[in-house]
């Protein structure tokens, strides 16, 4: 059985930085991409970037550039996303997902709520 | 960039069929895949590949494209699927990679 475990909620200040994981299971880590999806309050989803677990090489959406890092830990199984210089904006629940290739997302994490606020 | 239009809402009664479209650039060239999120709980991919239906996901639930637009179509509505849909495809236009998604279509079952 293919699992993505996401790491908890987390509460962050304005201008901070915020690493939430996600740990997979049932299926090989370096197959298939790993993305990450954000949902504000109320909001669509919203396609952050992704990363390719087999040479480590992410790719981030425009809106996100610069302030996103995706990274992965092939020892572990564990994918990262990291997200700076926060802002109330920001508050959202944030997703990791994965599928073969360049087709669906056929699994997703719990999701991890973080909390911007001072 | 590019955008994938949904309608906000769509209504239907129990036992009858909802449309929700997806409307993009050419479908013909790029696959649409299509979720479902009930409140609380994380997306499930419903329909990949414009018209197919992972395991779990029920014949009345069926997806078809045509020019530059997606339709999930579900038959035989019940309260269960009051949902929000998402389409969702890959950007093959730029250079690298990048996916979108459609804005959402909250489904109601009146």
């Known amino acids: 059985e293919v699992q993505l475990v996401q790491s908890g909620a987390e509460l962050k200040k304005p201008g901070a930085t915020v690493k939430i994981s996600c740990k997979v299971s049932g299926y090989t880590f370096t197959d298939q991409y790993m993305h990450w999806v954000q949902q504000a309050p109320g909001k669509g989803l919203e396609w952050m970037g992704l990363?390719?677990?087999?040479?480590?090489?992410?790719v981030s959406a425009e809106k996100f550039q610069g302030r996103v890092s995706i990274t992965v830990d092939t020892s572990t199984d564990t994918a990262f996303m990291e997200l700076s210089s926060l802002r109330s904006e920001d508050t959202a629940i944030y997703y990791c997902?994965?599928?073969?290739?360049?087709?669906?997302?056929?699994?997703w994490g719990q999701g991890t709520l973080v909390t911007v606020s001072s | 960039s590019y955008v994938l239009t949904q309608p906000p809402s769509v209504s239907v009664a129990p036992g009858k069929t909802a449309s929700i479209t997806c409307g993009g650039n050419n479908f013909a060239t790029e696959s649409v895949h299509w979720y479902q999120q009930k409140p609380g709980q994380a997306p499930v991919l419903v329909v990949y590949y414009d018209n197919a239906r992972p395991s779990g996901i029920p014949e009345r639930v069926s997806g078809s494209t045509s020019g530059n637009t997606a339709t999930l179509t579900i038959s035989r509505v019940e309260a269960g699927d009051e949902a929000d849909y998402y389409c969702?495809?890959?950007?093959?236009?730029?250079?690298?990679?990048?996916?979108?998604f459609g804005g959402g279509t909250k489904l109601t079952v009146l």
């Open positions: 990363v390719d677990p087999e040479d480590g090489e992410a």
């Open positions: 969702q495809v890959w950007d093959t236009r730029r250079s690298h990679h990048a996916v979108v």
């Open positions: 997902a994965t599928g073969v290739g360049t087709g669906s997302f056929d699994y």
